[in-house]
């Protein structure tokens, strides 16, 4: 079975700082990752996916991650923090059987 | 708006009493998906539909839980007899699957939040 496992459930960062939230998986085939914004009281917002080809991706909002399969790895940077950065962010790896599962989440805050 | 729409976004309720919710994904999206999340935690997964057949089901969908797709687009999530412990927000998902991928990717609602009295 696929996972994933999400180092830090808070992240506190200075506005301008960069920000890194953590995210390794566990599959026994090729991973689709995802990684996942949750603002207060609303649905997840797709930040952004890989699927195959390049190890670097690019989202929305700054946001970019790098697949590391030597490391199991998936974590999501932002070079500047901006005070609207401040949400719940989910790593998830979709299984074959179309579930997807998500990591217990990183609650990320910009300070002034 | 194309996206993924929920209703009601709210619902309080008192234990014993039935809900239910529905979830009207992006109009193309072939597949719909059910997640609860509790305070604190991601979304879990609850179930799926492929059109108006249900795929798959998780052992966290209890026989109180039941989901139906009848025309393949719109879908309802039912509890009978809530508990308090149903209390999370209840999250839908719908992806366009195409022939030969199954790993599509799932753009999600706003959320139904539920608190059982």
């Known amino acids: 079975a696929q996972s994933v496992t999400q180092l830090g459930s808070h992240v506190s960062v200075s506005e301008g700082a960069l920000v890194l939230l953590r995210c390794n998986y566990s599959?026994?085939?090729?991973?689709?990752l995802f990684w996942y914004v949750q603002y207060p009281n609303q649905g997840l917002q797709l930040l952004l996916k890989y699927t195959t080809g390049a190890t670097l991706v690019k989202g929305i909002n700054g946001f970019e991650a790098e697949f590391k399969k030597s490391e199991t790895s998936f974590h999501l940077t932002k070079p500047s923090a901006h005070m609207s950065d401040a949400a719940e962010y989910f790593c998830a790896v979709i299984q074959e059987n179309n579930d997807m599962r998500f990591g217990a989440g990183t609650r990320l805050t910009v300070k002034p | 708006d194309t996206g993924v729409s929920q209703d009601p976004r709210h619902k309080i309720t008192k234990r014993g009493q039935n809900v239910t919710f529905r979830c009207d994904p992006i109009s193309e999206h072939n597949r719909l998906y059910w997640y609860r999340q509790t305070l604190g935690q991601g979304p879990e997964f609850l179930t799926y539909f492929q059109n108006e057949a249900q795929l798959e089901k998780s052992r966290l969908l209890s026989d109180r839980f039941s989901a139906e797709r009848p025309k393949g687009s719109f879908s309802t999530l039912e509890i009978q007899r809530t508990e308090q412990g149903d209390s999370a927000m209840y999250l839908c998902a719908s992806s366009l699957a195409l022939a030969g991928r199954t790993q599509e990717t799932q753009y999600f609602g706003p959320g139904t939040r539920l608190l059982v009295l």
């Open positions: 599959s026994s085939v090729p991973p689709y």
